[in-house]
């Protein structure tokens, strides 16, 4: 018999930083939907971080009752700052660029398409995160 | 003219990593920033207009903006007005969808055939749209038929898209009649006159506000005070042979 799915108000959110003008930005993007959608489907959610970034009440308050996970593709760490600024501290915080010190035979060079290169560092990335949410979520239990 | 960021267009996109209709807004743009409109287009991470510093808002001001939206919500133009510049022009995916009775998209991380559809109309449009406020006029085989006098051809092969974040538009704090002022570009400018040896005096101050007017919106009742303000400065810059203060 498969886990029960977490409730929506209980899941760990993933926010990635936007970024669209710097290829870690995609590899961070892809990396988060690899845990909501496949990794850890039923733990996980998104929420949209112009949303936070305009002061939505709603998901202001989704990032203040949930725990969450900064993924950031440069160094303005856009996610976790925007984050805070909604008065929240992500649970997490990880950079896309950590993973690249590690595995610098992964070089990314196009925003629009990552290639094997970029999938794989997602890959690894979301791997990553998604131990961090089983540890978050034990915590919790 | 200051050796500055060329005058492009910039777009913002709101990305939105929760909706299908968000993951189409990033792509297309990027279809427009690598493939459509390279040389003529710029970008900026929309969080990065309450993450990022003043020369990252001062992106709008500089930049004629379209800001495209996935939904109704508008975070791009509304995040463009409120933290930079009301945005040039502005496009709603769902609008869009609605008006040319296109499929709906699905799927976030890989769109679906019919998000892939909205993905080319929507870049097709904001390629449409930069053309506009550019005032370039296209043939039907895309080619420039006429173009402002500094415009370049276009590229071969793809240009990555890159981020304008940290890139720079310099911003400069300015006291105008007792009141505080931004004036963007004033550093390059100042620069370039002392370069060529403009001595700072009444007849450089026209010159300089000439320069100051192109990247700058300045009120004709405020006029007077930004020219004395400007020429204060220049001869601050020019006394002290230091670069010109910044805000960054």
Known sequence: MSEPKAPDSDRVLIIPCSGIGKAFGSVGREAAYLVVEELRPDDTATVCLSLLTMGDEESQQRVREQPSIAIDGCPKACARVNIEHAGAAPAAIFRVFDVFRAHKELRVQQVSDIGENGREMARILAEEVAARVDELRDRKE | ?248
Not at chain 2, 70 to 83: D, H
Not at chain 2, 201 to 210: D, G, I, R, Y
Request: aromatic fraction near 4%.
């Open chain 2, 1 to 248: 003219m200051p050796d500055l960021p060329e005058k492009k267009v910039g777009l913002i996109a709101c990305s939105g990593e929760d909706l299908p209709v968000g993951t189409v807004s990033r792509l297309a743009t990027l279809q427009v920033l690598e493939r459509l409109r390279p040389l003529d287009t710029v970008t900026l991470c929309l969080p990065l207009f309450l993450a990022g510093e003043e020369r990252e808002r001062a992106f709008a001001r500089f930049y004629p903006t379209i800001a495209i939206d996935g939904c109704s919500k508008r975070c791009a133009a509304r995040a463009t007005e409120k933290y930079s510049a009301q945005p040039a022009a502005s496009l709603v995916i769902d609008d869009l969808i609605a008006e040319k009775s296109l499929p709906e998209p699905r799927g976030l991380r890989q769109l679906d055939d019919a998000g892939q559809a909205v993905v080319q109309a929507v870049a097709q449009e904001l390629a449409r749209e930069v053309d506009r406020l550019l005032g370039k006029k296209r043939t039907a085989s895309g080619q420039v038929e006429i173009q402002a006098p500094s415009s370049e051809g276009e590229p071969a092969g793809i240009v990555v898209a890159t981020c304008s974040c940290g890139s720079g538009i310099p911003v400069t704090h300015l006291q105008v009649s007792g009141h505080h002022v931004e004036a963007l570009a004033l550093p390059a400018i100042l620069d370039q006159f002392r370069k060529i040896g403009k001595p700072a005096n009444e007849a450089t101050a026209s010159e300089l506000m000439e320069a100051v007017k192109l990247y700058n919106q300045v009120p004709d009742h405020e006029e007077a005070g930004w020219r004395e303000a400007v020429l204060r400065e220049y001869t601050r810059y020019v006394a002290s042979g230091k670069p010109a203060d910044t805000a960054n």
